[in-house]
């Protein structure tokens, strides 16, 4: 654990509040701050009880639960352990005999515009079918499956068949490398891979099979026996007798009825892979009924869902917020939502806008980059601009992934919610499942930039480093003092990795120590994300290590020495990646320097992938040291902001390379 940053010190003061609108309030499921205070009371005098209700009243058990939260192995937290149920059938076949079954469950926009429906009742059919496919392949409960796939019905369709079956799904983004695709089917041990032979995305067809050959072709995934291929496109790919076969093929013959797998409460129903401190990503293991039941609240709560609303959340089902909020809760929900195949800005920038006066979105969630991204685009593009579409439909807005700037909380909340609609800027990480701080849009006054308070039953405190709470107005570090039911497991295969990165001794042990800084404001208590403090970076809502990004570079060992790797802000991607390399050989300047800066971004994106290429990268002839060798990341921030350094250097074995990494190469 590191010191809280400067950035933290920071003490903007915001003073505009917008209370929610009479109508926001009518008929929301938390209406009024006395509403919200009477759950987080009920949470206070009987921890136990509160969470129980909530998992009594949200999910369909198969053997209900006797035992609510088991702490005797602390942090490994359990929660109705001995309750049994089916994450599949709380999705879908809750909703069949209901009035839901007919709804549509799902509207897909593909890239190129063409729309497709599903219903409840169809949705059910296809996940049943593949499902038995799957079994069909030898597949069983508790086999790990990597799922590589584009924005589609199929992504949510596998990720579902496997919930259906109790097998245990690890989706991968697929703007991973086939290198980064290869570490997680080792690491996981998965025995079969879902993907599609291209995905579409801005009028290109890209491969993702390809890349799937190129991730088993070393001979080491013996485990992987299947490797499943939706056919997104009629474009051929390569397949490999006896191991490849096509949906069309995998499901012949299937029966659309799959009886779900029963499994314990406990049982992991995904694990995710992300960033870290040190280079190797985490295998975030997630369980069965907590997770699903806060996936399934938190849409009732936070976007205050309803049955005549079309949820639209932009993330990608291969993060922690397509999973919870596009594969899992809105249709835990019942929720009719939107699926989106391909990006923002094709065939323009009005592409979101236009969308959702198409489908009549009405609870829309993206990301500040996005919004940031599109501010620029209609500043710069009267055609693309909100207003020249009809956004009417809009009820709710939500943030997730990064700080908001208040400057785009408010172009949001004008331009895009017309000064009607409430933005939640949702706090949350892939470790915690669900939403943890959160603004409700029927209940609590918002302030720009500020997710605003905890949900009921979140215990988050901002403490010092002893774990003494600090004073509102003071910045400290995010922890969550109890247990809740969605949180992270453990990390897949390294429980001791888990105990240190979450919950490390100084504070206490049981502490959930989140790895963001924060600040609670000094009128109201609202917290405040003041970003991470530890070195993992947020570039454009995707969470990136920069010693991960530092292992890929010094992998390149023709070339390169040594790297650091530092974020610095950027105005549309929230913080930009900015390494500091030594080459091998003597120090490039001009035109030199940038084709190997360019040979090396390559590099990082064939290692990682292209979300993980660094914005800048300067070669110095050293970097700056301490005189044990240590290198001084606080100077290499300093120089990649352009600041001057008025830090003490008094450690520093080489302060005249300094002067060299500062000037731009
Ligand atoms: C950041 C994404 C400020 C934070 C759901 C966290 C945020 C990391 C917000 C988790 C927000 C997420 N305000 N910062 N509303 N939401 N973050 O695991 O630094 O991809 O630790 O989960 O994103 O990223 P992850």
Same mark, same amino acid.
């Not at 390569?238 to 406990?266: H, L, N, W, Y």
């Not at 917290?527 to 530890?534: N, P």
């Not at 010693?547 to 530092?566: C, G, Q």
């Not at 035109?591 to 300067?618: S, T």
């Given at each position: 654990?590191?010191?809280?940053?400067?950035?933290?010190?920071?003490?903007?003061?915001?003073?505009?509040?917008?209370?929610?609108?009479?109508?926001?309030?009518?008929?929301?499921?938390?209406?009024?701050?006395?509403?919200?205070?009477?759950?987080?009371?009920?949470?206070?005098?009987?921890?136990?009880?509160?969470?129980? @209700?909530?998992?009594?009243?949200?999910?369909?058990?198969?053997?209900?639960?006797?035992? /609510?939260?088991?702490?005797?192995?602390?942090?490994?937290?359990?929660?109705?352990?001995?309750?049994?149920?089916?994450?599949?059938?709380? &999705?879908?076949?809750?909703? =069949?005999?209901?009035?839901?079954?007919?709804?549509?469950? =799902?509207?897909?926009?593909?890239?190129?515009?063409?729309?497709?429906?599903?219903?409840?009742?169809?949705?059910?059919?296809?996940?049943?079918?593949?499902?038995?496919?799957?079994?069909?392949?030898?597949?069983?409960?508790?086999?790990?499956?990597?799922?590589?796939?584009?924005?589609?019905? $199929?992504?949510? =369709?596998?990720?579902?068949?496997?919930?259906?079956?109790?097998?245990?799904?690890?989706?991968?983004?697929?703007?991973?490398?086939?290198?980064?695709?290869?570490?997680?089917?080792?690491?996981?041990?998965?025995?079969?891979?879902?993907?599609?032979?291209?995905?579409?995305?801005?009028?290109?067809?890209?491969?993702?099979?390809?890349?799937?050959?190129?991730?088993?072709?070393?001979?080491? &995934?013996?485990?992987?026996?299947?490797?499943?291929?939706?056919?997104?496109?009629?474009?051929?790919?390569?397949?490999?007798?006896?191991? #490849?076969?096509?949906?069309?093929?995998?499901?012949?013959?299937?029966?659309?009825?799959?009886?779900?797998?029963?499994?314990?409460?406990?049982?992991?129903?995904?694990?995710?892979?992300?960033?870290?401190?040190?280079? +190797?990503?985490?295998?975030?293991?997630?369980?069965?009924?907590?997770?699903? !039941?806060?996936?399934?609240?938190? !849409?009732?709560?936070?976007?205050?869902?309803?049955?005549?609303?079309?949820?639209? &959340?932009?993330?990608?089902?291969?993060?922690?917020?397509?999973?919870?909020?596009?594969?899992?809760?809105?249709?835990?929900?019942?929720? /009719?939502?939107?699926?989106?195949?391909?990006?923002?800005?094709?065939?323009?920038?009005?592409?979101?806008?236009?969308?959702?006066?198409?489908?009549?979105?009405?609870?829309?969630?993206?990301?500040?980059?996005?919004?940031?991204?599109?501010? +620029?685009?209609?500043?710069?593009?009267?055609?693309?601009?909100?207003?020249?579409?009809?956004?009417?439909?809009?009820?709710?807005?939500?943030?997730?992934?990064?700080?908001?700037?208040?400057?785009?909380?408010?172009?949001?909340?004008?331009?895009?919610?017309?000064?009607?609609?409430?933005?939640?800027?949702?706090?949350?990480?892939?470790?915690?499942?669900?939403?943890?701080?959160? %603004?409700? %849009?029927?209940?609590?006054?918002?302030?720009?930039?500020?997710?605003?308070?905890?949900?009921?039953?979140?215990?988050?405190?901002?403490?010092?480093?002893?774990?003494?709470? !600090? %004073?509102?107005?003071?910045?400290?570090?995010?922890?969550? +003092?109890?247990?809740?039911?969605? !949180?992270?497991?453990?990390?897949?295969?390294?429980?001791?990795?888990? +105990?240190?990165?979450?919950?490390?001794?100084?504070?206490?042990?049981?502490?959930?120590?989140?790895?963001?800084?924060?600040?609670?404001?000094?009128? @109201?208590?609202?917290?405040?994300?003041?970003?991470?403090? #530890?070195?993992?970076?947020?570039?454009?809502?995707?969470?990136?290590? /920069?010693? $991960?990004?530092?292992?890929?570079?010094?992998?390149?060992?023709?070339?390169?020495?040594?790297?650091?790797?530092?974020?610095?802000?950027?105005?549309?991607?929230?913080?930009? =990646?900015?390494?500091?390399?030594?080459?091998?050989?003597?120090?490039? /300047?001009?035109?030199?320097?940038?084709?190997?800066?360019? $040979?090396?971004? #390559?590099?990082?994106?064939?290692?990682?992938?292209?979300?993980?290429?660094?914005?800048?990268?300067?070669?110095?002839?050293?970097?700056?040291?301490?005189?044990?060798?240590?290198?001084?990341?606080? *100077? *290499?921030?300093?120089?990649?902001?352009?600041?001057?350094?008025?830090?003490?250097?008094?450690?520093?074995?080489? %302060?005249?390379?300094?002067?060299?990494?500062?000037?731009?190469?």
């Amino acid at each position: 654990m590191s010191a809280p940053s400067s950035a933290i010190q920071s003490t903007l003061v915001e003073n505009r509040v917008f209370p929610p609108s009479e109508e926001t309030m009518q008929g929301a499921r938390i209406s009024g701050m006395p509403a919200y205070e009477a759950l987080c009371a009920e949470a206070a005098q009987d921890f136990e009880g509160y969470w129980a @209700r909530l998992a009594r009243e949200n999910l369909i058990w198969d053997k209900p639960f006797t035992r /609510t939260l088991d702490e005797s192995n602390a942090p490994f937290y359990r929660w109705f352990d001995d309750g049994e149920l089916n994450a599949s059938a709380n &999705c879908l076949d809750r909703h =069949i005999g209901t009035p839901t079954e007919n709804k549509t469950a =799902i509207i897909f926009e593909a890239d190129d515009g063409s729309v497709t429906k599903v219903t409840y009742k169809e949705l059910l059919e296809r996940v049943s079918q593949f499902a038995n496919g799957l079994k069909a392949h030898g597949i069983v409960k508790g086999d790990r499956v990597l799922i590589y796939m584009p924005m589609t019905i $199929e992504g949510v =369709i596998a990720m579902q068949a496997c919930a259906r079956i109790g097998a245990t799904h690890s989706v991968v983004f697929g703007g991973f490398s086939a290198k980064a695709v290869h570490e997680r089917i080792l690491d996981v041990g998965a025995v079969a891979v879902i993907t599609a032979n291209y995905q579409m995305r801005g009028g290109k067809e890209l491969p993702l099979k390809a890349i799937i050959d190129d991730a088993l072709s070393g001979g080491d &995934c013996v485990n992987v026996r299947n490797v499943f291929v939706f056919e997104r496109s009629k474009s051929p790919c390569a397949m490999v007798a006896g191991r #490849d076969k096509t949906f069309t093929e995998m499901m012949a013959g299937q029966s659309s009825e799959c009886a779900p797998e029963i499994v314990g409460a406990e049982h992991p129903l995904f694990i995710l892979y992300t960033s870290g401190s040190t280079g +190797k990503p985490k295998g975030v293991q997630h369980s069965t009924a907590g997770y699903l !039941m806060w996936a399934k609240q938190t !849409m009732e709560w936070s976007f205050d869902i309803r049955d005549t609303d079309v949820f639209w &959340c932009t993330a990608d089902i291969g993060w922690i917020t397509g999973h919870t909020y596009v594969a899992y809760g809105p249709l835990a929900a019942g929720a /009719t939502q939107i699926i989106f195949e391909g990006i923002p800005t094709y065939p323009n920038a009005g592409r979101f806008w236009q969308m959702i006066e198409r489908h009549k979105c009405s609870v829309f969630y993206t990301a500040p980059t996005a919004i940031r991204s599109l501010i +620029k685009a209609a500043e710069a593009d009267a055609a693309v601009h909100p207003d020249r579409s009809d956004l009417t439909s809009l009820r709710i807005l939500g943030s997730v992934g990064e700080p908001i700037n208040p400057e785009a909380w408010m172009w949001y909340y004008k331009n895009i919610g017309g000064e009607r609609c409430p933005v939640v800027d949702t706090f949350w990480q892939t470790e915690n499942g669900g939403h943890v701080i959160t %603004p409700l %849009p029927g209940a609590t006054p918002l302030v720009p930039g500020s997710c605003t308070l905890p949900l009921p039953g979140i215990i988050a405190q901002v403490v010092d480093e002893t774990g003494a709470e !600090m %004073p509102n107005g003071d910045g400290g570090i995010l922890v969550i +003092k109890r247990p809740w039911p969605s !949180m992270i497991r453990t990390i897949w295969g390294d429980p001791e990795r888990f +105990k240190k990165s979450y919950f490390p001794e100084e504070l206490g042990g049981t502490v959930y120590l989140a790895g963001d800084g924060a600040v609670r404001s000094a009128d @109201r208590g609202y917290f405040r994300i003041t970003g991470r403090i #530890d070195d993992v970076l947020n570039v454009s809502g995707h969470r990136m290590g /920069t010693m $991960e990004i530092e292992s890929a570079l010094v992998a390149k060992t023709d070339l390169v020495a040594e790297a650091a790797v530092v974020g610095r802000p950027d105005d549309v991607t929230g913080e930009a =990646i900015c390494a500091f390399v030594v080459l091998k050989r003597s120090r490039p /300047t001009g035109e030199e320097a940038k084709q190997i800066a360019k $040979e090396l971004r #390559d590099w990082v994106a064939k290692e990682i992938g292209p979300i993980a290429k660094p914005k800048e990268i300067r070669f110095g002839d050293n970097l700056p040291k301490t005189r044990s060798g240590k290198i001084m990341r606080r *100077l *290499l921030r300093s120089i990649a902001k352009g600041e001057k350094i008025t830090q003490d250097i008094s450690t520093l074995e080489n %302060p005249a390379i300094l002067d060299q990494l500062s000037e731009s190469n």
